[in-house]
């Protein structure tokens, strides 16, 4: 007897019918002879419903607040699953974060876990009681309310399935696996089988939003077995993720993925001296705004420009930190352009093979898509793309790297609406 952590996202409990869906599914587990941790986001697209509320009252809501109004979302969600489970005849109960004690940093909206107390879930195990856990959300150590950034609760699950030392964990969700790209936006593409960590990771990086990528982080980190699969199949496995020592051939390209949530910012005019790029990344990087791709121009009479993209949500804070950059160089405009969406190709099969990225740009190119940056890692290419041109992008790339399929994927749950 094991014990197996499942997760089940927010179109999986949109309604009674779904939760009791679930509740199937997790007795089924516990049918198996295995221990089940349940960890469940918010009902369909509650969370979405509750930013758009917290909007309504102010442009700017307070981050504190906000943690406080989201992670209500999930606790609605965990006592209805385990009044749901205990309606078949099982033991079950809810939990939130706080009451799990999973730890995190203080930084509201984007928290990290940092720690989860494990002594009271395995009281209730050992109790004989599925639990349900709320995904997305944790506490400091001195007691406020956080949440693991949008699409966190893969990351819970994942994490509490480390820290009881989980035999799986299962992520169900609305499609039946992880695909070489979203299914909505090629639906003939094909299904990944086997996938490793690294380029999970990647991927979830770079857009593929079907795992939160710090999920894929812990599970690389604690070697958690992983799998996205689809709750409604059960029977079937989805995806396997794992680690690379177990795999021995890759594609060049495993997936292609996008993503529209950037802004770029443009410096000019920079002094070309020592500690110039230091200073503009240091400040951003004090108050918490990731910087993702960094251009630098070649110096031309002493000056040149740095480019680089932040979270379209960090674009005011990245502005005001930006103009005092500015004023203290006294360095030329700032431009900004929201028009962009980075699309990669990940595949630890691209290492060592020079010419995958001159097919990229050659399929881009046939496309007539202009490509406005690029960066590189070991396996992974990114283009800087018009944000209008990045579904072509995806649908060209996928026909280039023959990624796609004879059948049709299947996706239950209805459209984002972002
Ligand atoms: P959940 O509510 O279960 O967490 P998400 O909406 O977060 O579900 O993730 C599932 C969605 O991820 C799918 O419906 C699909 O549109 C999207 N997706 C993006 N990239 C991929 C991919 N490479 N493979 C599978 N699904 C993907
Ligand atoms: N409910 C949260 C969200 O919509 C967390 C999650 O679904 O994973 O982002
Ligand atoms: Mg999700």
């Not at 509740?23 to 969370?47: F, L, P, Q, R």
């Not at 004690?101 to 879930?121: M, N």
Request: aromatic share 4%; charged share 25%.
């Amino acid at each position: 007897m094991g014990i197996i952590v499942q997760k089940f996202g927010g179109t999986s409990v949109a309604d009674v019918e779904k939760i009791h869906n679930v509740a199937k599914a997790v007795i089924k587990e516990k049918e198996n002879g295995n221990d089940v941790v349940v960890v469940v986001s918010a009902m369909g697209h509650t969370t979405d419903y509750l930013i758009k509320l917290a909007k309504e009252v102010t442009k700017n809501p307070d981050s504190r607040e906000m943690d406080m109004l989201l992670s209500t979302g999930e606790q609605v969600s965990i006592a209805l699953l385990a009044m749901a489970i205990q309606s078949h005849g099982y033991k079950a109960i809810s939990m939130n974060g706080q009451q799990v004690g999973i730890i995190t940093e203080c930084i509201h909206s984007k928290a990290r876990i940092v720690d989860i107390k494990t002594e009271k879930l395995q009281k209730y195990i050992n109790d004989g009681n599925i639990i349900v856990v709320a995904g997305f959300q944790g506490v400091t150590p001195d007691g406020e309310i956080t949440t693991l950034g949008r699409g966190g609760s893969d990351t819970s699950a994942v994490a509490i399935a480390a820290a009881l030392k989980a035999d799986r964990c299962d992520i169900y969700t609305d499609v039946e696996g992880v695909y070489a790209t979203d299914p909505r936006i090629v639906p003939n593409i094909q299904k990944t089988d086997v996938i490793s960590y690294e380029e999970m990771l990647e991927l979830a990086r770079v857009g593929a939003n079907v795992l939160h990528p710090r999920s894929v982080e812990t599970a690389k980190q604690f070697n958690v077995p992983l799998r996205v699969r689809s709750s409604f199949k059960l029977d079937n496995l989805g995806t396997l993720i794992i680690g690379v020592d177990n795999m021995e051939i890759y594609k060049p390209v495993a997936g292609v993925a996008a993503d529209s949530s950037q802004v770029r910012i443009l410096l000019s005019q920079l002094p070309d001296i020592p500690g110039t790029a230091a200073k503009v990344f240091g400040a951003l990087a004090k108050n918490n705004i990731s910087v993702d791709m960094i251009i630098q121009s070649l110096a031309s009479n002493g000056k040149n420009s740095i480019a680089f993209t932040v979270d379209a949500d960090d674009l005011d804070s990245a502005l005001n930190i930006i103009n005092n950059v500015k004023n203290e160089f006294n360095s030329g405009e700032i431009l900004i352009d929201e028009n962009i969406s980075k699309v990669s190709i990940v595949g630890a099969g691209m290492v060592d093979r020079p010419g995958i990225a001159a097919d990229m740009f050659r399929a881009l190119a046939d496309n007539n898509i202009n490509i406005k940056m690029i960066s590189t890692s070991e396996i992974k290419i990114s283009c800087l793309v018009e944000k209008d041109k990045a579904n072509n992008a995806i649908k060209a790339l996928c026909k280039e790297f023959g990624l796609e399929s004879e059948e049709m994927a299947v996706v239950k749950g209805d459209l984002p609406n972002v």
